[in-house]
Structure formats: C-alpha cells, structure tokens
Nanobody, 115 residues
C-alpha cells in the first residue's frame, strides 16, 4: 500500500505559477510510473502528466510546454511545476500511479486560478 500526500496548491492569478509536491510512503514508489491528475468541479478526473521510473515524461494536451513533472526517488516525491496557469485549470490536483491505484487516492491539493 502506498500513501500519497499532495501539497503546494493555493490561489494564483492568471498567468501565475505553482509547484505541487506529492510525498509517497512505501518502498515500491521507485518501481511505479507516477502521474498527476486533476478534477474540476462537476467534471471527471483527468490525467495531467506522467513520469516513468527512469524519468521519461508525458503531458496531456495543452499542458505540454507549460507544466513540468519530475521525481526524486531518494525522497519518494513527485513534483509538478505549473506555469502560465489559466482560470479553467482551477481544480483539485492529485498524484497517483499510472494507472492509478484505486485505494491510494489522497486528499489532493486545491489549485484556484483567479484574479
């Protein structure tokens, strides 16, 4: 079982930046492909970005070029640097494995983009 704790969310103006962190417990972290997901009010949870065990990355749609996912296997932590944020990206952001471990969803971290 992996426990995941997200942090770093907050209120940011359009065009601003945030860096999210996800601390994972458990020795299996290093063996997992990890990802960030987000869920806006009234919408389904969507994949934002993913990173393999070796550091190869994938970004969904418009996130490419603005978001950067990274990981520190020594610290069991995954990061998401988000730049040029837009109001439509207001959501709760979660980290999990890819594909997700259904029993391991954390509380997420709220990101609100508003002026």
């Amino acid at each position: 079982q992996v426990q995941l704790v997200e942090s770093g969310g907050g209120l940011v103006q359009p065009g601003g930046s945030l860096r999210l962190s996800c601390a994972a417990s458990g020795s299996i972290f290093k063996s997992l492909r990890m990802a960030w997901y987000r869920q806006a009010p009234g919408k389904e949870r969507d994949l934002v970005a993913a990173i393999t065990q070796g550091g190869s990355t994938y970004y969904a749609g418009a996130m490419k070029g603005r978001f950067t996912i990274s990981r520190d296997n020594a610290e069991n932590t995954v990061y998401l640097q988000m730049n040029s944020l837009q109001p439509e990206e207001t959501a709760v952001y979660y980290c999990n494995a890819q594909p997700p471990l259904q029993r391991c969803w954390g509380q997420g971290t709220q990101v609100t983009v508003s002026s």
